[in-house]
């Protein structure tokens, strides 16, 4: 909502500097988002008109122009295209600045070539004039501009003025207007609200014998006020009201429309002004009826902007007997909006369901000032004020003669709301002591009227702190409970004078606390192992999805774009984007490690069930380039990543985070994602997967070296772990190490190779440790040479060396028999 | 026995200064034997002192003895100073060579502000609590007082979930104000937590917004909470993430599930630094009384406060980061900063 200094000082006294009253209203709760200086700052821009346009003959979408600037003409190439000769346009000269926006460096304007055309300054638009945020083409100003007139002028005199941009909130629309906003200001000043007086001289016949009104749906519609003039001259506004509009972003149409757009910014009713003559009667009748009715459902109607639209039932309409003339609350329709030769006009000021007016707005896509004050809720109170206000500067601006009173049809006397408050609960939620005198004259400052107070209990003391009940006025459809009201008394006595008290009270309790602490903790290990944190989207596309989780990936509804239409069922896919993009910026060696949450559906339980929608924790860990940060010397110093630092890294992880006793089982085949890859299970519950990125995708990704990819089922890894740890005594007696190398067949695995170990339980064997894998030279095609030490010791005393050759021994056996292993010597 | 005690000093001497003049272990090696071996030239003389008269025997093998003693000890000496020399490089190090370095990995700069921000939280009593990103529109806006056709909805752009035809689609949540409706449903108060989370909103990426960020929401409910108390949760929080010197100012404000609702601007050095005094930050406000009665809470019995912010938010203003998207880019060369 834009607002202007000195139109609020016209309805309440305040002698705060414009700084002051941003601050001020600030701190009431209206944050000022902007502050902009009228007036001194257009310096060295003038009205011009525009004398002749040719296209630029170097480039489509210039014109060259020659415009008169009040003193001489001269040169301007434009890019706009909604102008015309005879048009007068703002226009800033050679040397001068334009209006600066917040944060923004100033703009000054110099003489130079356009695509080889000169240009001796620039005609400007509404947004680089800072009055619109948005704004197509050129500002086009009235045909009455004097050429030459300075622009500050032009929008209401050589005064300079401040506009302001408030935020307010979907709560308070009482403060889309600029009365609603002095009223803030006259509570907060005990200042009286000055409305405007309105007297007004009734000369035809009384409305009534003009229009009827018919109101069938008195929910949709509480209230229906008509008013008629007859006679008036539609021209175009005095420059007060025009500069009025202008000032806040609203261009200028006729007297008659501007008028109501005044009086909706003035008191924040909107209003629609009818072309009388355009609205038809029955046969018979003696004048016409304004019917609010429902839609029926594919009615089609003209709004006035030229669009047809579809309507469906339940949306609400103004029409007479033969035709729908607006959509009622949001747009009027052309066939009934106020033309050049409109003599006679209709003024609407009605009160609409908020809720109705919302809906039909999102369904037709269609916004207007009239719908965002509607669906926010309007004052029921203020639409006869707000006719007759408008009937008031009809007359003074077009002439013609009002037909005495209005039709105001009302479904339901209009009573205000009461809300009861106990003076006790104000000090209880705010923390600071307020006697109940200054409780109530803080509400009634907001035109809260005392309206009873409960009866005093037979022996209590007399004062006035029994609960009070207050009647809400009817611009405050945001108070509805005893607490609103006390953020009332809040605001006024204000939220910077309520002392701040040291945190105190219950200590808190929830089981996810220690479950924070352990994520933390597995951070903590993989940045240890030297892996970075990544976070990635959790929007992503569907194929990427497809990698990892086709046909169980959740879907958005209406994505913004198809990089990111589904929630990502692995975090592996966003690590591949992560990859990519370091690449593409050159660093190619990358470790990164995400935790992060990731989403699935799960089948339907039962039949016509929806599927569920699963949430799980993830780890995973991604790779590619070198293993070791650059260095100037050494063999191994370019060694890539391979799938043991994978393999690596996850286990020193697990291990570390309790996790024992993890098996790792090839995938007989690739998959989607990996070339080859590895499940890791604990006991026969799937825990995770690893494995190497399929070449071809890798290829996708741009990515030149092998990726490694490894993904751990956080949840469960959480319900695993054990954390418990028990000291064992440190060894009193040494240990003997017995090597053996064996050549097994190729298909032999370490694992298997470890099972005969485990199922042979060699007396007094400590560990064993692989730290030899050889193929070639002596060992034949299509065998291995694998080494191991074993490490024999007794807890209670020293072994022989008998004793461990003979523990060794046996065990050697075993593998010669069960794995058909040759021993080297 | 003079002449074997007048050739001691002479060839003392001559060993000294040849163990001096050993260039190397092996040099040195040498120089013993010719000496000190068992065939050496101080051995022989020795071996002479069997020849002495008996009286003269003590004297002269007490000379003896004593030139031996300083000739190992020279000996000793020499060789330690020859086995330093041996095992110095042949070159000297260069010791501002860069070193093999072993990478440390980083926290993400949010995760990083989001355990300051619960470590602060900790510290005064609060605890860590989650709940589900895909949330229905009961937890999300009903219980917290925003109905379907409430106009603070239209400033949360949702998004919901695909169903199918006829079912109510899911969401993602759109703040993490869902979570104090799951927790109050599930325990009685008083109640005291933090939660960090990731919430969702219709937003094309730009440098100000991403679909996906993050929030941190406070909660507190408590007999005798009052509007005092939130501030001075705030004030604490903000000293300690943002430093000592931060001033707080609270606005008023509307949000639908809090009732008085206040936006909280802070003012520190690093705003100053930003050219501004104040600086939206938070919101925040006294809990909804209708919320309690949708959770089962009497509001007569109890109030509480919320408030939550960005956790981008404060990691922009902390390392004066100028662009949202960075966060979700896993550039190294931005993880590595911080």
């Not at chain 1, 400590?766 to 894998?773: A, I, M, T």
Request: proline content about 6%; charged content about 25%.
């Amino acid at each position: 909502m834009k607002v202007t200094f000195n139109w609020l000082k016209e309805y309440v006294d305040f002698d705060w500097s414009p700084a002051d009253l941003a601050e001020r209203l600030t701190m009431l709760g209206l944050e000022v988002e902007g502050v902009e200086k009228v007036g001194g700052e257009f310096d060295g821009i003038v009205v011009a008109e525009v004398i002749t346009r040719e296209k630029h003959p170097n480039a489509d979408k210039l014109s060259v122009c020659r415009v008169h600037d009040g003193t001489g003409e001269r040169q301007i190439v434009c890019g706009a295209d909604n102008f015309k000769p005879g048009d007068k346009v703002p226009l800033i000269l050679p040397g001068k600045t334009l209006p600066a926006k917040p944060g923004e460096a100033p703009f000054t304007i110099k003489v130079g070539k356009i695509r080889g055309v000169e240009s001796h300054g620039m005609m400007c638009s509404p947004k680089e004039l800072g009055l619109a945020e948005d704004a197509q083409g050129l500002m086009i100003l009235r045909p009455d501009a004097r050429v030459g007139q300075p622009f500050a002028e032009y929008l209401g005199g050589a005064q300079s003025d401040v506009v302001y941009d408030l935020e307010i909130t979907p709560n308070r629309p009482d403060l889309n207007s600029v009365i609603g906003i002095a009223r803030e200001i006259a509570a907060l000043t005990g200042n009286e609200l000055k409305w405007p007086e309105v007297k007004l001289s009734e000369t035809e016949p009384g409305a009534e014998t003009w229009v009827r009104v018919r109101v069938e749906d008195g929910e949709l519609c509480p209230r229906y006020n008509a008013r008629v003039i007859r006679g008036v001259k539609i021209g175009p506004s005095p420059a007060w009201l025009a500069g009025a509009l202008e000032k806040l972003g609203v261009r200028s149409i006729n007297n008659v429309v501007d008028v109501t757009n005044y009086v909706m910014f003035e008191v924040g009713q909107p209003l629609h002004a009818f072309d009388y003559r355009l609205l038809s009667k029955s046969p018979g009748a003696a004048c016409p009826t304004i019917v609010v009715r429902r839609a029926g459902a594919g009615e089609r109607f003209m709004t006035l902007d030229g669009q047809e639209r579809i309507l469906a039932e339940g949306m609400l309409l103004i029409a007479d007997e033969t035709k729908a003339v607006a959509l009622a609350g949001i747009m009027g329709g052309q066939n009934s909006e106020i033309q050049p030769d409109t003599t006679d006009v209709l003024i609407e000021s009605a009160c609409f369901k908020p809720q109705n007016i919302r809906a039909t707005s999102k369904r037709l896509d269609l916004r207007t000032e009239s719908s965002y004050r509607f669906e926010r809720g309007s004052d029921i109170g203020i639409c006869d004020w707000a006719s007759r206000r408008a009937a008031q500067l009809i007359l003074q601006t077009a002439g013609g003669s009002l037909a005495a009173g209005a039709v105001d049809a009302c479904a339901a006397p209009i009573r205000p709301r009461q809300v009861t408050l106990r003076h006790a609960k104000v000090s209880e939620l705010l923390g600071v002591e307020l006697p109940p005198e200054a409780i109530e004259n803080y509400l009634s400052r907001l035109e809260l009227k005392i309206v009873g107070r409960k009866p005093r209990p037979v022996g209590a003391p007399a004062g006035p702190s029994e609960p009070v009940t207050f009647a809400i006025p009817t611009f405050r459809v945001d108070l509805k409970r005893e607490v609103d009201l006390i953020e009332e008394v809040a605001r006024l006595y204000g939220v910077d004078r309520i002392p701040a008290t040291p945190p105190r009270g219950a200590i808190g309790a929830n089981a996810y606390d220690a479950v924070h602490d352990e994520l933390a903790e597995a951070r903590r290990i993989l940045t240890g192992l030297g892996l970075f944190e990544a976070q990635g989207q959790t929007l992503i596309s569907a194929s990427a999805a497809a990698l990892v989780a086709a046909g169980s990936a959740v879907s958005l509804g209406k994505p913004l774009s198809s990089d990111m239409d589904t929630l990502r069922p692995s975090l592996l896919p966003g690590l591949l984007d992560a990859l990519q993009h370091n690449i593409s910026y050159k660093t190619y060696d990358v470790a990164l490690f995400e935790l992060g949450r990731v989403f699935q559906t799960q089948p339907a339980s039962g039949p016509g069930a929806a599927p569920e929608i699963r949430e799980m924790r993830r780890a995973a860990i991604a790779l590619t380039g070198r293993r070791q940060p650059l260095f100037w010397s050494g063999e191994d110093r370019e060694a890539k990543f391979d799938i043991f630092d994978l393999k690596g890294l996850v286990e020193e992880f697990c291990e570390q985070f309790g996790l024992r006793g993890l098996s790792y089982v090839r995938r007989a085949e690739p998959t989607a994602l990996f070339l080859e890859s590895a499940v890791i299970q604990l006991g026969r519950l799937q825990i995770g997967e690893l494995g190497q990125l399929q070449p071809m995708l890798a290829r996708k990704y741009d990515l030149r070296d092998a990726v490694l990819l490894a993904e751990l089922d956080l949840d469960q890894v959480l319900v695993r772990r054990i954390t418990t740890r028990s000291f064992k005594p440190l060894p009193a007696y040494p240990a003997i190490r017995r090597d053996v190398a064996m050549v097994v067949p190729e298909t032999t695995t370490h694992e298997a190779i470890l099972q005969v170990v485990k199922q042979a339980k060699p007396a007094h064997l400590e560990s064993v440790e692989l730290f030899d894998v050889f193929r070639g030279g002596n060992v034949p095609a299509g065998q291995k040479s694998m080494a191991y030490a074993f490490t024999y010791r007794s807890g209670e005393r020293s072994l022989t060396d008998a004793e461990a050759n003979a523990s060794h021994q046996r065990l050697v056996e075993q593998f010669k028999q069960r794995l058909g292993a040759v021993i080297r010597e | 026995m003079a002449a074997i005690l007048d050739q001691i000093e002479p060839l003392k001497q001559a060993a000294l200064a040849e163990f001096g003049a050993a260039s190397d272990l092996t040099a040195l090696e040498q120089a013993r034997v010719s000496y000190l071996g068992s065939n050496g030239k101080f051995t022989a003389l020795m071996k002479q002192l069997g020849s002495l008269p008996k009286e003269e025997k003590p004297a002269a093998g007490k000379v003896i003895n004593s030139a031996k003693a300083e000739l190992e000890a020279a000996l000793a000496r020499r060789r330690e100073e020859l086995e330093l020399k041996a095992a110095l490089p042949k070159e000297p190090t260069d010791f501002t060579l860069p070193g093999r370095r072993r990478v440390l990995g980083r926290l993400h700069p949010l995760t990083q502000v989001t355990e300051a921000i619960v470590r602060s939280f900790r510290k005064i009593g609060f605890v860590v609590a989650d709940g589900p990103e895909v949330e229905d529109d009961y937890h999300c806006f009903d219980a917290l007082n925003t109905p379907a056709d409430h106009p603070a909805r239209d400033t949360q752009d949702t998004f919901y979930l695909a169903a199918p035809a006829g079912a109510a689609p899911a969401l993602l949540r759109t703040h993490t104000s869902s979570v104090q409706i799951r927790v109050m449903r599930k325990q009685p108060p008083p109640v005291r937590i933090i939660v960090p989370g990731r919430v969702y909103r219709r937003d094309n990426a730009d440098a100000t917004h991403n679909p996906t960020f993050q929030q941190v929401e406070g909660l507190y409910v408590d007999r005798q909470v009052t509007v005092g108390d939130l501030k001075g949760t705030v004030e604490f929080v903000f000293k300690e993430l943002m430093g000592p010197d931060t001033r707080i100012r609270f606005r008023p404000h509307y949000f639908s599930y809090t009732e008085p609702s206040f936006e909280i601007d802070f003012s520190s050095a690093l705003t100053r630094k930003m050219g501004k005094e104040w600086l939206e930050i938070a919101g925040c406000g006294m809990v909804h009384p209708q919320v309690f009665e949708n959770v089962g809470y009497d509001p007569e019995v109890w109030t509480g406060w919320a408030f939550g912010f960005g956790i981008e938010r404060i990691a922009m203003i902390r390392y004066g980061i100028n662009d949202i998207r960075l966060f979700y880019q896993n550039d190294l060369r931005f993880l590595s900063q911080f």
